[in-house]
């Protein structure tokens, strides 16, 4: 007869939680080769060694139960291919996803980064690339309290939640922001970033040439710094192109510190007979 092992000595030998062994047992993936009728002991032969150590290999890399129990009803080499080679297709699938969430945490800490470390109420002049734009055209009042908004544009893109940290913004009207009047958006919005899984209508904003300011602030505190950036859009004999984009970089989502939130006006322009009139 051979050696029998209690589920303690079972669980020490092959590294295994003895609680997972019972669930092993409860759902019929390896039961114990015989139980004490006196008793109630459970208890496993070297016979079953094999039988554990395959689960304990499949189970580390990441094979789901269900898997391993349709191996063990139908056990050959032709079943072991098969299950291995749709675990490395699922394994490959995670692999990507996990580079595409790497890649938004660098984007964030970068901009976290950009947006702690800048010089604030200085108009810069910048060249912007193209960009998406996953867009709720609505009429929003200028208010600290976009969180509804938020949701509709949520809603309505079907968006993940990781698309959203630090990239929401909105918009002021081209007409509005040359009659001086700032208390109302004509859109909320979300940038899209390469790897974003988006199957909606995107809005394209051409890129080319922005006067941008950034200040400590929110939304509701505009209004001077756009006055700031209008008189340097005269200055400089521009005209603008566009509606405004206004993203706020750092916001109650990540800080409680009022003092610390930070927003980022962006006015296109255009200089002189190239004015293009757009929206």
């Not at 051979?2 to 092993?24: C, D």
């Not at 409860?26 to 070297?46: M, N, Q």
């Not at 984009?245 to 007979?273: K, S, Y």
Request: aromatic share 10%; proline share 3%.
């Amino acid at each position: 007869m051979n050696k029998l092992f209690t589920i303690g000595e079972m669980a020490k030998l092959f590294g295994i939680n003895a609680k997972t062994l019972r669930y092993y047992d409860e759902i019929g993936l390896i039961r114990p080769e015989h139980t004490d009728p006196k008793t109630g002991y459970r208890y496993y032969s070297t016979g079953q060694f094999e039988r554990l150590n395959t689960i304990k290999y499949l189970r580390a890399l990441d094979m789901p139960l269900t898997k391993i129990m349709r191996f063990f009803d139908n056990k050959d080499i032709g079943q072991m291919m098969e299950i291995l080679k749709e675990q490395q297709q699922e394994v490959l699938v995670k692999h990507r996803e996990l580079e595409r969430i790497e890649y938004k945490i660098s984007e964030r800490l970068s901009q976290l980064h950009d947006a702690l470390y800048t010089i604030y109420n200085q108009v810069e002049e910048v060249a912007l690339p193209d960009r998406k734009l996953a867009m709720l055209r609505t009429e929003i009042p200028a208010t600290d309290d976009l969180e509804y908004s938020i949701r509709q544009l949520e809603r309505q893109t079907q968006l993940e939640a990781a698309m959203f940290l630090g990239k929401v913004g909105v918009s002021i009207s081209m007409r509005h922001v040359m009659s001086h009047k700032f208390d109302e958006f004509c859109s909320i919005f979300v940038v899209l970033e390469p790897g974003d899984v988006y199957d909606g209508e995107a809005v394209d904003i051409p890129g080319g040439r922005y006067l941008t300011l950034r200040y400590c602030g929110t939304h509701t505190q505009s209004s001077v710094y756009y006055e700031k950036l209008l008189s340097e859009v005269k200055v400089r004999g521009y005209e603008l192109a566009g509606n405004s984009i206004e993203i706020t970089l750092v916001d109650a989502g990540m800080t409680n510190d009022t003092t610390r939130f930070v927003t980022e006006l962006q006015l296109p322009v255009t200089v002189g007979q190239e004015y293009d009139l757009r929206n």
